[in-house]
């Protein structure tokens, strides 16, 4: 969508060029269309020359085996989070999902709806049980897929946040939605505490767990179609079991304090580095040691961080993007901050973006005006949506190392998150089939948002009204790549494996 400015006219409105003529100038580019379980070649091809007069040079091949989604011990999958995009505009003219129809459904959850159903579905019969612990219960697709085991013998049991506030939020669409399902014989609200903030399911065959799907999506029409989430399944009898144990604890609605003291037990804060193979742990717990303790795995990286924040950046996870040094730190965040403390927010993250080595993407539309060619975006799934762009709440230190570590779960990286709200976090060290799929959904999403958030932060008193860059027409694109500890230049050495 970038082109040289003498030789192209302006495109229509989401209009393309080809790479061809108006070539990537850049040393990182990712195709987003590619699907798992393939087997791709791309020919990488240099050209020469002037605008409108482009010679192919020097070229390679790369063939790459896309991963499977499906695992002996691992399986995740990512929903698009493209809600807010310019291919959601072009295919469906921006139209809402509930105007469009399933095919808009279908795309924006690619797969990631489906795979709740499916696992639901792996219950059969009167020999296998489902527990179920989630916050937000409310798509129709996963309460009749849950109704239809029960029906078919399965025992099925579903804890859902029932918790009293001023908003009642989700409560009264929870409740709601269940008596619609007509599935009250299987649901019991949780009601203690501030926020059952967990998304998990426990699958049991003859009174034993043997697997356990969990992650970020609420189960929703915005969690599972609008912002960026993931649901992770892990098949191993010991995770499972200890879930299992868990959930089993919330079923008898415990007090905060009664539930902390077993999940400070049962799921102390991990080890600096963690152990290899898989781990969990379960807040609220006393205190906020184990939000130190993440601080303390992030800072391990050698090469590379990657993070995702919803709601801003936590204090402990501060200095580590600071830090400075040759280690790229990316941070992807739904919103800088929130409340009292966004303009404090918004002045840390300022001072972040100027460290060598950190790259910020905050969630924006993109900025239209009449001599752009943008196509205009839906702003996030429907109007209100506290989180519009990023849901997911993971973190990746050294994912293309041969000893990466991966956390991923329910809990944004704060305080409220380790010490008030009852969440799951999956805590996975040495796996780097895991470490690459969520490397590269990272990547798919940050991609997306970094050039949306450097024209806001550019031009921050008039966006729309930025005027569009133009392909250089030498090789000058080339000097950002070239400094010395420079965020182009650790990306470039970084991805290239050197």
């Not at 963690?274 to 303790?293: D, H, I, N, R, Y």
């Amino acid at each position: 969508m970038k082109t040289f400015s003498a030789t192209t006219p302006k495109l229509p409105a989401g209009g393309t060029a080809s790479s061809q003529d108006q070539p990537f100038q850049s040393f990182q580019w990712g195709d987003y269309s590619a699907k798992p379980a393939h087997k791709y070649t791309y020919t990488l091809i240099a050209m020469y020359g002037k605008p409108g007069a482009l010679e192919k040079g020097v070229s390679v091949d790369i063939s790459i085996d896309t991963e499977v989604e499906d695992g002996d011990s691992h399986s995740v999958y990512f929903n698009r989070g493209a809600i807010a995009s310019q291919e959601y505009a072009r295919r469906f003219q921006d139209k809402a999902p509930d105007v469009v129809g399933q095919a808009a459904y279908d795309w924006l959850s690619r797969g990631l709806l489906e795979a709740i159903t499916r696992f639901i579905g792996k219950a059969t019969d009167h020999t296998f049980a489902l527990r179920v612990a989630i916050y937000e219960f409310q798509w129709p697709a996963v309460l009749d897929a849950l109704k239809a085991a029960s029906t078919r013998g399965v025992d099925v049991k579903v804890i859902f946040d029932a918790i009293e506030n001023a908003k009642e939020d989700p409560v009264a669409k929870n409740e709601e939605a269940i008596a619609h399902a007509g599935i009250e014989n299987i649901c019991h609200g949780f009601t203690n505490g501030k926020i059952m903030h967990n998304k998990f399911i426990v699958l049991m065959k003859d009174d034993i767990a043997i697997e356990v799907l969990t992650g970020s999506t609420n189960y929703t029409e915005n969690g599972i179609f609008g912002h960026l989430n993931c649901a992770h399944v892990v098949s191993d009898k010991a995770v499972a079991g200890t879930y299992l144990q868990y959930w089993s604890e919330l079923s008898k609605n415990p007090t905060l304090a009664e539930i902390r003291s077993w999940d400070d037990e049962t799921t102390p804060a991990p080890n600096v580095p963690p152990v290899e193979g898989t781990g969990q742990v379960f807040s609220p717990q006393k205190g906020t040691a184990t939000l130190t303790t993440y601080a303390n795995i992030a800072a391990l990286a050698k090469r590379a961080l990657f993070m995702t924040f919803a709601f801003g950046m936590n204090a402990d996870f501060v200095p580590v993007y600071k830090e400075g040094g040759d280690v790229l730190r990316f941070a992807l965040m739904d919103k800088e901050g929130t409340g009292k403390g966004i303009a404090a927010a918004k002045e840390q993250i300022a001072e972040i973006r100027k460290v060598n080595g950190a790259v910020v993407a905050i969630g924006q539309n993109i900025a239209t005006n009449e001599f752009d060619h943008w196509l205009r975006e839906r702003d996030g799934l429907a109007p209100g949506e506290y989180v519009r762009w990023v849901h997911t709440k993971f973190m990746l230190v050294d994912p293309l190392s041969d000893d990466p570590i991966v956390i991923t779960g329910s809990a944004n990286f704060s305080n409220a998150s380790v010490e008030t709200n009852h969440e799951n976090m999956l805590v996975i060290r040495g796996d780097k089939r895991v470490a690459d799929i969520y490397l590269g959904e990272f990547m798919r999403q940050f991609s997306s948002y970094a050039f949306r958030d450097a024209v806001a932060a550019s031009n921050a008193d008039d966006p729309e009204n930025f005027e569009r860059q133009s392909l250089t027409a030498d090789n000058t694109w080339i000097n950002r790549y070239g400094k010395p500890g420079s965020a182009g230049a650790l990306r470039r050495s970084y991805f290239a494996g050197e």
